[in-house]
């Protein structure tokens, strides 16, 4: 029986895990290309770090820029086939609050919903994926679908308060 995927949003810390073979998984582009990664510290005044060989189908491979969120760099706004995402074995968790919603053209985006109404300076525990540690932090603001807290940008934020004993662990916190 051949092994499923599910893709959830690109991921720079994830990404770099797949790429060193510490966890099993794949970076492709929203149309399923697969995407090789060079690098992901290309210098660079543009801020496209990530250079990635993009797989094309009978084709060969086409370098390509992307920033830290996966979007390319000559990418036209109308045209998505260059967003980075990551695909997990089906047995690996991913993102909850992540709705695939399938566009136009077969492929599918994820939107990403706030679970609770955060106000600045919160006390909150922040990480970036399942598979980091829980950090204390204060949140700021919401930032391109982010969680800005002092520090840093966070894709995952639940409040301190209820989920202390989360602190320094990958435990996921219980539903509300």
């Keep these: ?6 893709r959830m949003p ?10 060193s073979g510490e966890i099993e998984g794949r970076i492709v ?13 290309k210098r660079t005044s543009s801020g496209y770090p990530i ?9 060969s491979e086409v370098c390509k820029a992307f920033n830290v969120y996966g979007v390319c ?3 036209p706004v109308e045209y998505v086939e260059y967003v980075l995402q990551i695909e997990l074995p089906d ?23 706030k679970k609770h109404e955060f106000k600045p300076f919160d006390k ?13 932090n204060f949140f700021s603001h919401m930032d391109d679908g ?11 934020c639940v409040l301190f308060k209820g989920n202390e004993h989360l602190v320094g662990t990958t435990d996921k916190p219980k539903e509300d």
Excluded at 29 to 41: E, H, L, P, S
Excluded at 51 to 59: F, R
């Design 124 to 136: 909150v525990l922040v990480r970036q994926n399942g598979f980091d540690k829980w950090k204390a």
């Design 10 to 19: 690109f991921d720079i810390e994830l990404a770099k895990k797949i790429q």
């Design 1 to 6: 029986m051949e092994k499923t995927y599910k």
């Design 51 to 59: 250079l990635g060989l993009v797989d094309y189908p009978n084709m």
């Design 91 to 113: 047995e690996t968790p991913k993102y909850d609050d992540a709705e695939e919603v399938p566009i136009g053209d077969g492929s599918i985006v994820f939107l990403r919903h």
């Design 29 to 41: 582009t929203n149309n399923g290309y697969a995407v090789r990664i060079i690098c992901f510290d």
């Design 146 to 156: 982010y969680y800005k807290c002092v520090n840093s940008r966070y894709k995952e």
């Design 73 to 75: 760099y000559d990418q």
